[in-house]
């Protein structure tokens, strides 16, 4: 089949990839001029590992990846540990792949890497789908400067402002969460004592949490913070901050978290939107994956994870029947997914509250068993994951169900 994909981020590049290892030609169209991402980090749960793997590019994220050696809580002031769990081994033996934390460039890098080697695949930078029309036949896609490409399928892969899903469904209003974050990357060696834990670190308080980790082997160290307030709806990762603000949103916090806001130059900053399910995500022969149909809040860290099972999936569903049958392929695409992104984005929200506890009782309720639990029966918290990083999408260790229990 000809397939033209919108957007060239991490779901687009995914899916373009197991298309074209499946025998399809792949016309992949990215707006910018260049494709680059925003200095940031990303955490590769096992879930989405092993379909990098299958798609040839695990072991170019290995070489720049930093594997974390523990789940972990803290408190945000104090910097109390609430509980640690070891991960190094657990993840390989209990979820079937390593935990990786990424430089989301590096990422990019490796699948545009892959992607530019498929004689399959043709990218087009500076082209921006701006909308289409089919028939049974066959779908037209019309490019913002007036260019038309016919293919078979079109893929809406354009994040959070799809111009795909709102010819599809309509312009759709977001939910403001009443929080925003902040993101920054630091050199690691700038902050001397105070660097972040060598784990993947959820740092918990009042009305607001952080989340640290390193990149790069550990040459760089990586800040999300997420603060509840109303004054920032803006849904944008590269609009910019100050080193200021970000210290006042955390401000007497422990000086892990203030070492790393002072030293980092750029101080990126984004409000947290939520979007209720899509009734579907398929029109005819064009379809959305990733933020396009499913933007997830990162309280569980897994937005690039879904959007590389949607790419990897699609492309199994259109493939494993004629083009005759092409609807039934998309249907059988939401049925898959629909479950599994559901409940990732409703405990997202539920982490969204878990982290933000305001009062010192609704602080020891919370975190009190869970560092109980940390202490005396640590691979309990680990099973709570098992659900989400077990997950195969490839079928190489069963056919686990949508939510993959």
């Not at 934390?101 to 890098?109: K, T």
């Not at 999936?313 to 049958?325: C, G, K, M, N």
């Not at 405990?347 to 869970?370: D, E, V």
Request: hydrophobic share 45%; aromatic share 8%.
């Amino acid at each position: 089949m000809k397939i033209v994909i919108a957007g060239a981020g991490i779901g687009g590049l995914t899916a373009a990839l197991a298309f074209s290892q499946l025998g399809h030609a792949v016309t992949l169209l990215e707006s910018a001029a260049e494709i680059d991402d925003v200095g940031a980090g990303i955490q590769i749960s096992p879930n989405a590992l092993k379909l990098l793997d299958a798609l040839g590019v695990g072991e170019g994220v290995r070489g720049t990846a930093f594997r974390p050696r523990a789940l972990e809580m803290r408190m945000g002031r104090s910097g109390r540990e609430v509980f640690t769990v070891p991960i190094t081994d657990a993840a390989t033996t209990d979820w079937g792949a390593e935990y990786l934390h990424l430089h989301r460039p590096d990422l990019i890098a490796a699948l545009l890497e892959k992607a530019r080697s498929a004689a399959e695949i043709r990218i087009v930078l500076g082209q921006r789908v701006a909308g289409f029309s089919q028939s049974p036949e066959a779908i037209a896609v019309r490019c913002a400067d007036g260019t038309v490409i016919d293919a078979d399928l079109l893929v809406g892969a354009d994040g959070i402002r799809s111009a795909v899903r709102e010819q599809m469904l309509g312009k759709q209003q977001p939910n403001f969460t009443g929080n925003a974050a902040w993101r920054l990357v630091v050199p690691t060696e700038s902050l001397g004592d105070y660097a972040p834990p060598p784990t993947a670190c959820v740092w918990v308080g009042a009305g607001r949490h952080a989340v640290t980790y390193r990149l790069r082997g550990g040459a760089l160290s990586n800040f999300v913070g997420v603060v509840e307030q109303s004054d920032w709806t803006h849904e944008s990762w590269t609009d910019r901050g100050t080193k200021a603000q970000t210290l006042a949103d955390f401000a007497g916090w422990h000086p892990t978290i203030e070492t790393m806001i002072t030293k980092a130059r750029e101080h990126y900053r984004w409000a947290l939107f939520d979007r209720e399910p899509l009734p579907h995500w398929s029109e005819g022969r064009a379809v959305l994956l990733g933020d396009a149909c499913h933007p997830t809040l990162p309280f569980l860290a897994q937005g690039a994870a879904m959007a590389i099972e949607d790419g990897f999936i699609l492309a199994q569903e259109v493939s494993a029947r004629d083009e005759a049958e092409l609807s039934n392929a998309l249907s059988a695409y939401f049925d898959r997914r629909i479950a599994r992104v559901s409940a990732v984005q409703r405990g997202s929200r539920a982490n969204m509250g878990r982290f933000h506890r305001k009062s010192r009782l609704s602080q020891l309720a919370t975190y009190g068993p869970m560092h109980i639990v940390g202490r005396l029966m640590p691979s309990a918290i680990l099973h709570q994951m098992n659900w989400l990083y077990r997950y195969d999408a490839t079928g190489a260790t069963g056919a686990p169900d949508a939510t993959g229990r």
